[in-house]
C-alpha cells in the first residue's frame, strides 16, 4: 500500500488542473463570435459536433476526463489553437499538450497516481468545410514519455515515442445526427518501448503504426440535455528492435451534452488490447465507464 505522502502530489495537481478546467469552461461556454448573427450561432449549435475533435474513443483525444477501465486513470489535454482553427476552412496550426495519471490494474485507489504519461502534439493542417462537410489533412509531430511515479518499489526507467504522422479526417453534419472518420499513418523514430531499463539513455529505433476512428452522434433523442453517440477507435505499432508490437481496440458508447461551444460526455467503455503508458506492453480487456470534457 502506499504511503500517505505519495497522494500530496497527485491530490494538490488535480486541484489546480480542475479549476483551470473550469475557469476554460466558464470562459468559452459565455463567449460570443463579434459580428455573428444569433440565427447563425443557434443553427451551428443545434447541429452535432464534429466527433474528431470533440467527441471520440481517440487514447491521445484532447479533453479532461475521469474513468474506469479495471483501475481509475485521469486525463488533461487540450487542442490550444495557435492559427485558423480545426472546425473552420483553411490552414490551421493546433499544440495539444496531454497529461494522464493512471492505476495498476485490480488497484483499490480512487485517485490514480502510479503511473503517469505525458504527451505534447504540433499539428499543421488544412481543411476544405461548409456547414455540413469536412474534410481536413494535417501533418503532426509528437513526443510522449511514460514513466512510474517515484515510490519505494517503484522500477526505474521510462519509455518513449516520438511520431511523424500524416492525418486524414472526414465528416458529416445533418440535422438530426453527424459522422466522421479519421485515419492517421503514423512513423515512429528514436522510439523505444520494450524495456524501460534500456530506454534510459534515449535510445531508439524506427517503426510504423496507425489509427482508424470513426464515431456517429444524433441530436434527439435527449435526456436530460444529453444525446447518445458512439465512437471506436483501432490503433498499433508494428514491432521493430527497441519498439515492441501495440495492438489496441477501444469503444464508446454514451450520451453527449453541449454547452456553448464545450461538449461533456458520459459513456461505457471497452478496451481490448495493448493499455497505455509504462505499462503499454501488458493487455487490458475491460469494460468500464467514464466522463469527459472537451472545449
Request: hydrophobic content about 45%; aromatic content about 10%.
Amino acid at each position: 500500500m502506499k504511503s500517505p505522502q505519495n497522494w500530496t502530489w497527485p491530490l494538490r495537481s488535480y486541484r489546480q488542473l480542475a479549476a483551470c478546467a473550469l475557469l476554460v469552461w466558464a470562459s468559452s461556454a459565455h463567449a460570443q463570435e463579434p459580428g455573428e448573427p444569433a440565427s447563425t450561432r443557434s443553427a451551428a449549435r443545434a447541429s452535432p459536433a464534429w466527433l474528431s475533435t470533440r467527441v471520440n474513443a481517440d487514447p491521445n483525444g484532447a479533453a479532461y476526463g475521469f474513468e474506469y477501465r479495471g483501475a481509475t486513470r485521469g486525463r488533461f489535454s487540450d487542442a490550444f489553437e495557435l492559427y485558423g482553427g480545426t472546425e473552420q476552412p483553411g490552414f490551421s496550426l493546433v499544440i495539444t499538450p496531454l497529461f494522464e495519471l493512471h492505476e495498476p490494474r485490480r488497484s483499490q485507489n480512487v485517485l490514480p497516481s502510479q503511473y503517469w504519461r505525458a504527451r505534447v502534439a504540433l499539428e499543421l493542417g488544412y481543411a476544405w468545410a461548409s456547414a455540413a462537410r469536412r474534410f481536413r489533412v494535417a501533418a503532426l509531430l509528437a513526443h510522449e514519455s511514460d514513466h512510474e511515479t517515484a515510490h519505494a518499489y517503484a522500477k526505474p526507467g521510462f519509455v518513449a515515442l516520438n511520431d511523424v504522422t500524416l492525418r486524414m479526417q472526414y465528416g458529416e453534419r445533418h440535422a438530426g445526427w453527424a459522422w466522421n472518420a479519421g485515419l492517421d499513418a503514423q512513423l515512429y523514430v528514436l522510439s523505444c518501448t520494450r524495456a524501460r531499463r534500456l530506454c534510459e539513455n534515449f535510445r531508439g529505433d524506427t517503426s510504423i503504426g496507425g489509427q482508424l476512428q470513426i464515431g456517429v452522434a444524433l441530436t434527439r433523442p435527449q435526456v436530460w440535455l444529453f444525446a447518445p453517440f458512439t465512437a471506436v477507435s483501432a490503433s498499433g505499432i508494428v514491432p521493430h528492435g527497441l519498439v515492441a508490437a501495440e495492438r489496441r481496440l477501444l469503444g464508446r458508447l454514451g450520451g453527449y451534452a453541449r454547452f456553448g461551444d464545450s461538449l461533456l460526455a458520459l459513456f461505457a467503455l471497452a478496451s481490448v488490447g495493448n493499455d497505455v503508458g509504462i505499462v503499454r506492453r501488458r493487455t487490458l480487456n475491460v469494460v468500464g465507464a467514464g466522463l469527459s470534457f472537451a472545449r
